[in-house]
């Protein structure tokens, strides 16, 4: 755990102390890695995802010249989100989740 702090930025969103939503990031020579966008089941829908999405973009260091995230090929509706927040499919990885790489060009 203190590893994994130590090599991502890490944001989460707590509401009355309980936690609703994180995502981390990390420079990968000048991409922007994104991973481990959460929120509550009980909250999706409400556009955190969205707003923690945009949060790590903005944080992005300014050596970052795109974005890059990873999905499983079945997340039907990750995909569209990431598709509308401008992401396209870069590859679709082997394994049973078919793990789906997205990228996207920092604007």
Not at 1 to 28: F, H, I, K, N, T
Not at 34 to 47: E, K, Q, S, T
Not at 60 to 82: D, I, V, W
Request: aromatic share 8%; charged share 30%; proline share 5%.
């Amino acid at each position: 755990m203190q590893a994994s702090l130590e090599a991502w930025d890490v944001y989460v969103v707590r509401v009355a102390g309980r936690l609703v939503g994180s995502v981390r990031a990390r420079l990968d020579d000048r991409e922007w890695d994104i991973g481990r966008l959460m929120v509550a089941p009980d909250l999706r829908g409400r556009g955190l995802g969205r707003a923690l999405l945009d949060h790590i973009m903005a944080v992005a260091p300014p050596q970052a010249t795109s974005y890059r995230l990873f999905t499983g090929k079945q997340s039907e509706a990750n995909l569209r989100r990431y598709k509308r927040a401008g992401f396209s499919v870069r590859e679709v990885l082997d394994g049973r989740s078919g793990p789906v790489v997205l990228w996207r060009p920092r604007r």
